[in-house]
């Protein structure tokens, strides 16, 4: 990558800034106190003049274009794959490093896909993107990496319970509306999912594929490889919608070439960054979506030795996935490259 020039405070500029992500990367922002100097909202034709408060200014979204990028440093894409795709390219020929949310990027070879507590060093193997995990890779990998790194981790068997916010707002909406609904004895209208998401959990987030694996549950198989650079590593994931509103949670069974105590990984857990333990189930206190939304930190506990299966290790981890599954590790992204 070209040397990214380190200054006081860096033109900033957020594609999909009208979003559910592109709100929360305003958030993070501000919340961080990331060095901005001038700072561009890019969105759809639609949005263009909708004013957007930040740090007390009034900010016009603009029209996202091939010519928006002029000046800026850092790019921050949540506006879908297929603008990634076709923008991207635009930013970084003007100068800008772009980190891109969206799956446009996540595989290619020469695009490192970087969680900052996991793999920071990948950052600066750039060549002006580097990419966001899908939000599951990312909580589990949070709680994943200190046991890898203390004993190698062979297999991953992992199901989620992942909340309608990270299908957007609209699904947010049609729980809440289905709620409404529900109490007031009124049909219950299903329009975002494939079936009723309340009183219910739906296995299916993302299409299916040929092997009968949904692209979301492949994602967590792909991108762990790539972020460990371990081609041995097996992660099979069942993916599972659920009706809360915020906060990705998942059930994780690890296999590690040496046995892993509860105790040697609740060790691990606390002084691992990013990761919260709260493992006291005796006093009723493990991680739960209700109290984990809205922060950036994944929490860990329910952690046990599987008793299936030798050298297995059995946990719960949950996190924010707009937050820390998206726009939390973007900044943090960007903050690798400013320091």
């Not at 060549?127 to 995990?133: E, H, K, L, S, T």
């Not at 906060?247 to 690890?254: C, D, G, N, P, R």
């Amino acid at each position: 990558m070209a040397e990214f020039k380190k200054k006081a405070a860096y033109n900033v500029a957020i594609a999909g800034a009208t979003g559910a992500v592109g709100e929360t990367f305003l958030q993070i922002l501000e919340e961080r106190n990331f060095p901005i100097a001038e700072l561009k909202l890019l969105a759809s034709k639609r949005s263009v003049g909708k004013e957007i408060t930040f740090k007390g200014k009034t900010y016009k979204v603009e029209e996202l274009t091939h010519d928006c990028f002029e000046g800026v440093d850092i790019a921050l894409f949540s506006a879908g794959g297929g603008r990634s795709l076709e923008f991207a390219p635009s930013a970084v020929k003007a100068g800008a490093v772009v980190i891109d949310n969206s799956s446009a990027f996540r595989m290619d070879k020469d695009v490192p896909l970087v969680v900052p507590e996991v793999n920071p060093e990948d950052a600066f193997k750039n060549n002006g993107i580097i990419a966001n995990p899908n939000c599951t890779t990312i909580i589990m990998l949070v709680a994943l990496k200190p046991l890898y790194d203390f004993s190698k981790v062979k297999n991953v068997v992992v199901s989620s319970y992942q909340s309608t916010s990270g299908a957007g707002a609209q699904a947010m909406e049609e729980l809440m509306n289905q709620t409404k609904a529900w109490a007031n004895g009124e049909p219950i209208k299903v329009e975002k999912f494939a079936h009723q998401i309340l009183f219910n959990v739906i296995p299916h987030v993302d299409s299916f594929t040929d092997n009968g694996y949904t692209k979301e549950e492949l994602k967590m198989f792909n991108e762990t490889r790539k972020m460990l650079h371990d081609d041995e590593i097996k992660v099979s994931a069942t993916c599972v919608r659920v009706p809360t509103l915020s906060a990705h949670s998942e059930s994780v069974t690890i296999e590690t070439e040496q046995p892993v105590s509860p105790e040697k990984a609740r060790e691990l857990f606390a002084k691992a960054p990013g990761l919260k333990l709260l493992d006291d189930p005796a006093n009723n206190k493990y991680p739960m979506p209700l109290f984990v939304a809205g922060g950036d930190d994944c929490y860990v506990g329910r952690i046990r030795t599987d008793i299936a299966r030798p050298n297995c290790l059995t946990f719960w981890v949950v996190g924010d996935q707009l937050r820390k599954g998206a726009a939390t590790n973007a900044v943090q992204i960007a903050e690798l490259l400013i320091k």
